[in-house]
């Protein structure tokens, strides 16, 4: 009897044993192991004009310039919005921002905005077998209404495709001013809980208003409530003294965030969204980069991105990834110098034009606001080239998922994967563009935006915006920094334009007015 069971418990195991090989097996065949990798490598508010690449002469990013030279250098690449959240909703959701009305410059303490059953660029990628990552920037909400931030932090980044997620919750002038790794506010005193209050202080708390003296930063406008490493932020907070980053440091902290991750993951397909804090405020370059490019911290902590950027891809060269990944580039809204804090961007700034002669800036609708960096880079698989192609980051969806295979898009997102391999220069054919909820349109060599109240420049910013009462008209080939109104000139195409714009955004209550046709 005794014999009889341990017989059988040895055929068990043997079958069990079998079983499992079976299963490992099939969990990895062999096309898994050729998907390449892919990271989107995502700057804060960096311009069009910041890098040599695109005709920056004022600042040296070699770096970046290795791969947007040796890549698909876009001419015509977008952001879908000329501020952060809404870009980052767009980019990895492949869905219009404009369609979600949450979809704006988000508080720290904002719930997420993404919904779980949303379709996501992780998400989908993960169909495919790849494991996913984030680290950097999220400023997409987090939880479901008030977090509590001495617990896990949930929904999030984890909750929407990413298995791993290193992140500040929104940006780095909002608090709370700690990292948060899979959902847990890292170095965390439990004794000493975080508090985040938007609207009120709390009591006894200095205040960027009230402590000047406190302050190694000054605030321009915003950016006066509580002081963390005597700089003044948006937002109050309280508590979570040893969780609070040092800002100095937060470019090398992401950057071997990123380097680990590929390192951890270098033997799966994989996707890392390196989502840098660089040139948003407030600018605060590691000592290293302190006065590298004679502009002031905003050229300084654009050094410092390209020297990060170096040393992340030196990382996939070393780890033998670099054939085998597709590198994207971009950043999430055009080029801001004062953004609150007196950081001499502007008295700083001599000849060089962060907007590369483009017309606006972050936060508008003329073309700074949106018109990015943009480049892919894929050694050995994609040659050196420049597109003049129309495409958006929305694209990057559909078009990745075409890359690995996969079935799944979005109505917003174009599958434009030949414009992105540079193998052709036909993608879209139009793109809404956004900025504080207001939308303009770009078709072909054209560029409309409709009315809008509104002053035409955001005064604290120096930033034209876009608004102005009448329609604009600009033929954006001829006319890159958009300074022909041709809406009375050329009113066939205005028309054309408009239906065009109408046939996407819908008929905007208040916003679009008739033209006449002569
Ligand atoms: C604005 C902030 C600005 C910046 C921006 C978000 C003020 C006065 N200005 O409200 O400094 O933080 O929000 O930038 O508070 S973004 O790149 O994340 O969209
Ligand atoms: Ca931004």
Redesign the pocket.
């Known amino acids: 009897m005794k014999f009889l069971k341990t017989l059988l418990f040895l055929t068990l195991v043997f079958t069990i044993g079998c079983k499992d090989k079976k299963v490992a097996k099939e969990a990895e065949p062999a096309e898994v192991k050729k998907l390449p990798n892919i990271v989107v490598i995502y700057t804060?508010?960096l311009g069009y004009g910041d890098i040599s690449a695109n005709g920056a002469t004022e600042i040296n990013t070699p770096n970046i310039d290795k791969l947007a030279n040796g890549g698909v250098r876009f001419t015509n690449g977008y952001a879908t919005s000329a501020?952060?959240?809404p870009s980052r909703y767009g980019l990895l959701t492949g869905v219009y921002p404009w369609r979600n009305k949450q979809a704006k410059?988000l508080p720290g303490t904002a719930p997420l905005i993404i919904t779980t059953e949303q379709t996501t660029i992780p998400k989908m990628l993960k169909t495919k077998g790849y494991h996913t990552g984030i680290v950097g920037k999220w400023?997409l909400g987090l939880g479901s209404g008030m977090v509590n931030w001495n617990e896990r932090v949930s929904p999030g980044p984890n909750e929407v495709g990413f298995d791993y997620a290193y992140i500040m919750a929104?940006?780095q002038?909002?608090v709370p001013t700690v990292y948060i790794e899979n959902g847990d506010v890292v170095n965390l005193d439990k004794n000493d809980p975080i508090e985040i209050n938007y609207k009120d202080n709390f009591e006894g708390q200095p205040t960027g208003k009230d402590n000047p003296e406190l302050l190694k930063m000054k605030w321009h406008?915003?950016?006066n409530s509580s002081i963390v490493n005597g700089i003044p932020r948006?937002g109050y907070m309280k508590g979570g003294e040893s969780a609070k980053w040092v800002d100095e440091d937060m470019a090398d902290h992401f950057l071997k965030g990123a380097q680990n991750y590929v390192k951890q993951h270098k033997n799966e397909p994989f996707f890392l969204y390196y989502a840098m804090q660089q040139p948003?405020?407030p600018r605060t370059p590691h000592p290293r980069f302190v006065g590298k490019s004679g502009m002031g911290p905003r050229g300084d902590v654009i050094v410092e991105a390209d020297w990060c950027i170096g040393e992340f891809v030196k990382t996939l060269e070393e780890e033998g990834l670099l054939e085998n990944t597709l590198i994207v580039f971009s950043s999430?809204?055009g080029p801001v110098l004062n953004?609150?804090y007196y950081d001499d961007a502007v008295e700083k700034l001599g000849k060089h034009t962060p907007g590369g002669g483009l017309r606006g800036g972050?936060y508008s609708l003329f073309e700074a606001g949106t018109k990015v960096p943009f480049f892919t880079y894929w050694k050995g698989k994609i040659q050196p080239t420049v597109s003049d192609a129309l495409i958006c980051q929305l694209d990057l969806l559909s078009s990745l998922s075409k890359l690995v295979d996969s079935d799944i898009t979005t109505e917003d997102s174009q599958e434009v994967l030949d414009a992105f391999m540079g193998k052709s220069t036909t993608a879209r054919k139009d793109l809404v563009l956004e900025a504080n909820r207001k939308t303009a349109y770009r078709n072909g060599d054209w560029a409309l935006i409709p009315p809008y109240k509104g002053s035409a420049v955001l005064k604290?910013v120096n930033i034209e915006i876009g608004n102005s009462s009448d329609y604009q008209l600009y033929n954006i080939k001829e006319d890159r920094s958009q300074q022909n109104n041709l809406a009375q000139s050329n009113p066939e195409k205005l028309a054309e334009m408009i239906a065009g714009y109408t046939a996407i955004r819908g008929k905007q209550e208040g916003e679009i007015k008739e033209v006449e046709l002569k």
Do not use: F, L, P, S
């Open positions: 804060d508010d501020t952060c959240t410059i400023h929104a940006t002038d909002r406008h915003g950016h948006i948003h405020v999430d809204n953004d609150g972050k604290e």
